[in-house]
């Protein structure tokens, strides 16, 4: 696989995670902060496959907190099932550093009706060379999930928050067709993260005294492969 080095763009990435009884303690740090934030869009529905390989060096990468390692992922937004548009990301961490690449994919249709082979074969046809191989190294679709987030934004668009709620999980191992009617069992959990400039990593420290809740290296696909595994 190609190497890639950190570019200028990446940022640093800080996640805190707490159960969801914690939601309107959250909401209120971030409502206390408005001088710093505000709403960037509505709400939305984010839906992520990830995919893996039999060895799924991306699950154990992440557990092992490698500190070079990349999720490989296809995203859309909104409803679960139907015709939308997609991202196939590429979502690297080098350290501290996090950063993506996007393949966009055009004409995306997901449902219990089409089967993960055919579904692999539209993604293959609308991304590129390097797209392909990376989908070729890492092909299994292990699980969806999928969350509510908000989003919030610094006025210099130095900051970037979110806020994520109501995360479900569907096991897709072993399964020929998308699997969106049996859910894993989850804990209730909410995911805060903030995307900074690296620039501004010393003026951020006075602004997270504050924060109600500590900082936790968490990672939605790890949980979910542990939850769909029963641990």
């Known amino acids: 696989m190609q190497v890639y080095k950190v570019p200028n763009q990446s940022r640093y990435e800080i996640k805190f995670v707490t159960y969801n009884i914690y939601y309107s303690e959250i909401l209120n740090w971030v409502k206390l902060n408005k001088s710093i934030f505000k709403k960037e869009y509505d ?9 893996d390989n039999l060895s799924y060096n991306c699950f154990t990468d992440n557990i092992y907190g490698s500190s070079n ?4 992922r296809l995203r859309w937004y909104g409803k ?4 939308t548009n997609a991202s196939l990301e590429l979502k690297f961490k ?6 993506k690449k996007r393949f966009k994919i055009k004409s995306f249709d997901i449902s219990e009706n089409i089967t993960w082979a055919e579904l692999k074969k539209s993604i293959n046809l609308q991304v590129s ?8 190294n890492y092909p299994i679709p292990t699980i969806i999930n999928n969350y509510t987030r908000e989003y919030y934004v ?6 970037r928050v979110t806020l994520d709620r109501n995360i479900n999980v569907f096991d897709q191992r072993i399964k020929k067709i998308p699997n969106f009617s049996k859910k894993a069992f989850t804990q209730n959990m909410i995911v805060l993260e903030i995307k900074f400039d690296r620039k501004i990593r010393k003026k951020l420290n006075d602004f997270l005294n504050d924060m109600p809740i500590r900082v936790s290296r968490n990672s939605k696909y790890v949980n979910s492969i542990r939850a769909v595994n029963g641990f």
């Not at 060379?129 to 070729?136: C, D, M, P, S």
């Open 43 to 51: 709400d939305r529905i984010v839906n992520n496959i990830y995919f």
């Open 69 to 72: 390692r990349t999720k490989i």
């Open 80 to 83: 679960s099932q139907g015709k």
């Open 94 to 99: 080098r350290n501290i550093f996090g950063w």
């Open 129 to 136: 060379y390097e797209g392909k191989i990376w989908l070729e």
């Open 154 to 159: 610094s006025a210099d668009k130095n900051i």
